[in-house]
T-cell receptor, first 112, second 115 residues
Framework: GENVEQHPSTLSVQEGDSAVIKCTYS??????FPWYKQELGKRPQLIIDIRSNVGEKKDQRIAVTLNKTAKHFSLHITETQPEDSAVYFC???????????FGSGTKLNVKP | SQTIHQWPATLVQPVGSPLSLECTVE??????LYWYRQAAGRGLQLLFY??????ISSEVPQNLSASRPQDRQFILSSKKLLLSDSGFYLCAWSVGSGLTNTEAFFGQGTRLTVV
């Protein structure tokens, strides 16, 4: 099956700085890449996603980039705020199978 | 609108006891259904995946099983729990396939502690 690797495992930034989380995937047939935010003790919730026919997508302070050739995608959060502190997961979904394989997660700490 | 219900929220079970976690989805038909496990401080591991009634795909060999007796009902079971089965169990659903697949929507999770 698909193998998704995510780095870093923890990330600490000062409020207002940018944060970048990177993921790689192994299956070239994967075509959908969602990002989830999980607050402590709660369910993961989608924050942004990107499909393989797009190279970049932006939603306010959050953006995602995809490099299909290199099989990696990244989450960018600008002007970080304390409420951005959470665990972030990347995922990859394979064409025609619709299984979601998740990275190991990044714990983001935004210091006020 | 679509909703997903998962229960119980927390569960403490002795080693060797059986397990049954239930998940139901409302507001959609023929969803893809998933069971994930999240160990403390770890990522989300896909356990089971189902595209329809009675169709279950197991991702990893383990002490657990899954069943889908109805279109929008997904059950995670074990005959005898192990200490290593402790974790946060999440049910999820999505619709579509290939280029039209949606994201996965998660239930609130069940925190299982095996003692």
């Amino acid at each position: 099956g698909e193998n998704v690797e995510q780095h870093p495992s923890t990330l600490s930034v000062q409020e207002g700085d940018s944060a970048v989380i990177k993921c790689t995937y192994s299956d070239s047939a994967s075509n959908y890449f969602p990002w989830y935010k999980q607050e402590l003790g709660k369910r993961p919730q989608l924050i942004i996603d990107i499909r393989s026919n797009v190279g970049e997508k932006k939603d306010q302070r959050i953006a995602v980039t995809l490099n299909k050739t290199a099989k990696h995608f990244s989450l960018h959060i600008t002007e970080t705020q304390p409420e951005d502190s959470a665990v972030y997961f990347c995922a990859a979904s394979r064409y025609n199978f619709n299984k979601f394989y998740f990275g190991s997660g990044t714990k983001l700490n935004v210091k006020p | 609108s679509q909703t997903i219900h998962q229960w119980p929220a927390t569960l403490v079970q002795p080693v060797g006891s059986p397990l049954s976690l239930e998940c139901t989805v409302e507001g959609t038909s023929n969803p893809n259904l998933y069971w994930y496990r999240q160990a403390a401080g770890r990522g989300l591991q896909l356990l089971f995946y189902s595209v329809g009634i009675g169709q279950i795909s197991s991702e990893v060999p383990q002490n657990l099983s899954a069943s889908r007796p109805q279109d929008r009902q997904f059950i995670l079971s074990s005959k005898k729990l192990l200490l290593s089965d402790s974790g946060f169990y999440l049910c999820a659903w999505s619709v579509g396939s290939g280029l039209t697949n949606t994201e996965a929507f998660f239930g609130q999770g069940t925190r299982l502690t095996v003692v």
